[in-house]
Every structure is written in C-alpha cells, then in structure tokens.
C-alpha cells in the first residue's frame, strides 16, 4: 500500500464524515468546537484539583504538570510537527477545492497534520482521568475529547490521520507527564490509597467529580439552546 493510497482513504473517509447538509447540526458543531464553549468545564476540573488536594504543594504540582504537558502538546504540534509537515487543510488543498467546501465560512489558519484539538483535548482528559481515577469522570471526559476530534472531521478542518495521530499524541503526553506527577507526587505526599464510597482511590471526592460532570452536560445543554436562538428555530 503506497502513500497515495493511504491518502485517497483519508479522503475519502473525510468525504463520509464532513458535515454541511444539517443546518442545525452546522451551528451546533461551530459552538462546540470554539475553546471558549468549554471554559466551564476547565473552571470545573479546577475547581476539583483545588478542593480535593490538601497542600499548596500538591495543586500547584498537579498545576504545573497540566500546564507542562499543555506546552508539551501545543510545541510539539504547532511549533515543530505543523510547520515541518506543512500538510495543507482540506478546505485549503486546491485539489478540494471543488469538492469540499467550508461550513458556515469556518476557515481555521495554520496547517492540518496534527490536530491540536484532539491532540490538546485527549491530553487533558488522559491526564485528569489517570489522577483522579474516578470511571465516571474519565468516560465523560473521554467523550468530551472525542467529540472535540469528532467536530474536526465535521468541519473538514482536518483530515482522520491528523485527527488520529493527534489522539495518539495527546494520550502518550498525558501518560508520560502522569509518570513524572506521580514521582514527584510521592515525595511530597505519603502513598494514601483511599477505600471510602465518597472519594476515588485517589482522594478526589465524588460529588466534586459530579460538578464536573455537570459542567460538561450543562455545555451542552447551551451549546444546543444556542444554537436554536442563532437559527432563530
């Protein structure tokens, strides 16, 4: 199988998953895939960290370790894989041109390969779920990252390979900078595994996880009423 195979697949699966003939489904993507949609939910899982760690020491090393893998995330993509791959997006790529259009005029800048929605979303939603270990909170933070790639593809703002590769990135950053959060969570912290039916293993407390949730499906009750309101339904 040659590399212009592969990519005749990519198209063609981009084909059969691009939106643009659901104007109701339209709006609602271009909500949910604009960051600022989801600043509750950021503000939620904040909020969790802060309740549910004791020390100064502990939030502000769990902190640090989402922002290092956040720029981890963002320089391996946008500072050094995009501009070195230089894949053109779809709605960009003048052998598309004809057959796939914008939706709603959405037009983002910058090159395709990776993602850096997926790849940004799956490395905080690995991330939280490994250190809070609650079921609950990693399958809807698990959702909220697919359906971030999901809207990419809806868009045909990115093709399933950059979409693919950037979960796979992002899940891997998440996994590596778990493993540095745990070795120096362990020095500061006695090894604590919690057996109660109000906290994970982990001591995060399950009504602030269900905040959390909250805050996830609150989002996308407004994304939904925001979109009737815009379309004037």
Known sequence: MNFEHIKDIDISILLSLQGGEQMFIDQLVITLTNGFTWIPLYISILYLI??????????????AV?????????????????????????TSDPHLINIIHP???YQPAGYSFFSAHA???FTIAVLISLIVRSRLLTSFLLAWATLNAWTRLYLAAHYPSDVVVGMIAGATIASLCYL??????????????????????????????????LCFVLTILYALLRTVIELGI
């Open 50 to 63: 802060i309740k549910n760690n004791e020390k100064w020491s502990q939030i502000l090393l769990l902190l």
């Open 66 to 90: 989402v922002a290092v893998a956040m720029l981890a995330s963002n320089l391996l993509n946008g500072g050094f894989i995009k501009p070195f791959i230089a894949r053109l997006r779809p």
């Open 103 to 105: 939706i709603n005029n």
């Open 119 to 121: 790849c940004n979303s």
């Open 180 to 213: 540095l959060y745990m070795r120096l969570y362990l020095k500061i912290t006695p090894k604590i595994n919690y057996v109660s039916s109000h906290y994970t293993k982990m001591g995060y407390n399950f009504s602030d996880i269900d905040i959390v949730v």
